[in-house]
């Protein structure tokens, strides 16, 4: 049996004015996704449990068939071990955003889309004027990197009482009720303080304002914890797996379940991603594993945008260029089961990502047909099949 998980990241929405109340599940032309629903099920689960945060890490975790009640402990972890980054009993990793903030107001929480060159000198600016021994900043890609919190033979400050907003939830909000609180959240916003000073007239803003690109102000402090102790996926479920993703939330939690990592060229976890690449990618990797899954950040960023047109395209794409193509190799392999879900749902009217339920679709070996035939909110909600548990879904996939 051989196994598919799409992910089309935060897809899920609310019916919107401009699409004559339809959601853009509903609006999209997505017939390979249809296709699935009508030779299959469709139902809905909520990946995000109410006490923890609407984030794609709790969200994925969940959704990959782990009780983020029992083995969450922050984003940033996750990101550290797709770098390889170890961390020990006392350290702590941080999401360490690079972001454009104007009059108190998050003007962009992607400083721009500023480039990794960009970012990786601001960084080592950074790190040389803020030395000290127990901080270590580590560049990602683009906007998105880490700080390490090494903790010795001492627990670090931050505990799972430490409060730190993602900047994403804050696009075209005040930040002034939003920094860092609790223990050890003094620390944070003396760092991210000390990064305006530091970047204010940095080489980089300098060279970004002559080209009219939007500043890197300082930095964001957030998703801090430490290292997750999560047993591996075939321990769990017996299978094997591959990820296909260009986000390294994705490749952390790959890495901690044991999972192949798939690098796709042309990747790039936004909306001029390579969809076909992907598909392509997948399927090639369907002689090697159990179960391949394939996600696409394009349609999160799309509504981190509040781009209604872009959010119906990214659909779109996946559906041509991933699922489509994906479910007929499936076809042509024998026994198969494929699955399309978002992790959580990001409503273009708030730009943010929410709690709640969202839909999935899933046919292949041993499926039984339900009634239903288009995949979309509304349908999922009239569905009998749901899971307030969302990582109970994954073992129903599997069929375990």
């Known amino acids: 049996m051989k196994y598919v998980l799409i992910i089309p990241d935060g897809c899920a929405d609310e019916p919107q004015e401009s699409l004559g109340g339809k959601s853009p599940l509903e609006a999209a032309n997505i017939p390979a996704m249809d296709a699935i629903a009508a030779t299959g099920v469709v139902g809905r689960a909520n990946h995000v449990p109410p006490h923890l945060p609407a984030g794609s890490d709790v969200a994925n975790l969940s959704l990959l068939g782990y009780d983020p009640n029992r083995f969450f402990t922050g984003r940033a972890p996750l990101e550290a071990a797709a770098q390889g980054i170890p961390l020990g009993a006392n350290d702590c990793a941080i999401r360490c955003n690079l972001v454009t903030i104007e009059n108190q107001t998050m003007r962009d929480f992607t400083a721009d889309h500023i480039s990794t060159e960009e970012s990786r000198e601001l960084l080592t600016t950074l790190s040389e004027r803020l030395a000290r021994p127990e901080l270590e900043f580590v560049p990602g890609v683009s906007y998105r990197n880490l700080l390490i919190y090494r903790g010795g033979d001492d627990a670090p400050p931050f505990t799972s009482d430490t409060r730190a907003t993602p900047p994403h939830d804050l696009t075209d909000k005040s930040v002034l009720d939003d920094y860092p609180r609790g223990p050890g959240s003094a620390l944070?916003?003396?760092l991210m303080s000390?990064?305006?000073?530091?970047?204010a007239d940095h080489p980089v803003n300098v060279r970004r304002r002559a080209a009219g690109r939007l500043p890197a102000t300082n930095v964001w402090l957030w998703g801090q914890g430490r290292a997750p102790a999560l047993p591996s996926f075939q321990e769990t479920f017996g299978?094997?797996?591959?990820?296909?993703?260009?986000?390294?939330l994705l490749r952390g939690l790959a890495a901690l379940m044991g999972w192949r990592r798939i690098e796709v060229p042309g990747a790039t976890g936004y909306l001029d991603t390579d969809y076909a690449a992907k598909g392509r990618y997948a399927i090639n990797a369907l002689d090697e594993v159990d179960l391949v899954?394939?996600?696409?950040?394009?349609?999160d960023e799309a509504s981190h945008e509040g781009n209604t047109e872009a959010k119906i395209k990214a659909l779109e794409e996946i559906d041509r260029h991933i699922v489509a193509p994906i479910h007929a190799a499936l076809r042509d392999r024998g026994d198969y089961r494929i699955l399309v879900t978002p992790d959580h749902p990001t409503p273009l009217r708030t730009k943010t990502h929410s709690h709640g339920f969202v839909p999935f679709a899933l046919a292949g070996s041993g499926i039984s047909v339900d009634q239903f035939t288009t995949y979309d909110e509304t349908t999922a909600g009239q569905s009998q099949l749901a899971f307030a548990d969302g990582w109970k879904l994954m073992p129903y996939f599997l069929g375990s």
């Open 194 to 199: 000390e990064s305006v000073a530091i970047f």
């Open 293 to 299: 899954t394939v996600h696409v950040e394009a349609t």
């Open 188 to 190: 944070l916003n003396q």
């Open 239 to 248: 299978k094997s797996g591959a990820m296909i993703t260009a986000v390294d």
